[in-house]
């Protein structure tokens, strides 16, 4: 078992920049892809980023690569989203989650998940 707790959540003007943080506890990481997504109101959940514990290998959807980073520190089992130049469309709910398949987009392929962190950014 794998616990995940989102913090850092809140809200920013349109151009500010939020870090999320998702610590982890329960199992050791270095086999697991870390994820995060987002759920905006109204619409299904969307793959943002993910990163393998092992190595940092990241990847990103279109929509936010280049704005947002993902990385991790070993030391606190804890990964973190930095997100730059905020958007009003970023508005949504972000959760981690953790699975075994590398650098997976889809939420069936992640088994543990937090319980996510309202992100709202204003026009």
């Known amino acids: 078992q794998v616990q995940l707790v989102e913090s850092g959540g809140g809200l920013v003007q349109a151009g500010g920049s939020l870090r999320l943080s998702c610590a982890a506890s329960g199992r050791t990481l270095s086999s697991y892809t870390m994820g995060w997504f987002r759920q905006a109101p109204g619409k299904e959940r969307e793959f943002v980023g993910a990163i393998r514990w092992w190595g940092g290998a990241t990847s990103y959807a279109d929509s936010v690569k280049g704005r947002f980073t993902i990385s991790r520190d070993n030391a606190k089992n804890t990964m973190y989203l930095q997100m730059y130049s905020l958007k009003p469309e970023d508005t949504a709910d972000y959760y981690c989650?953790?699975?075994?398949?590398?650098?997976?987009?889809?939420?069936?392929?992640?088994?543990?998940w937090g319980q996510g962190t309202q992100v709202t950014v204003s026009s």
């Open positions: 989650a953790a699975g075994y398949q590398f650098l997976a987009k889809a939420e069936g392929s992640y088994a543990y």
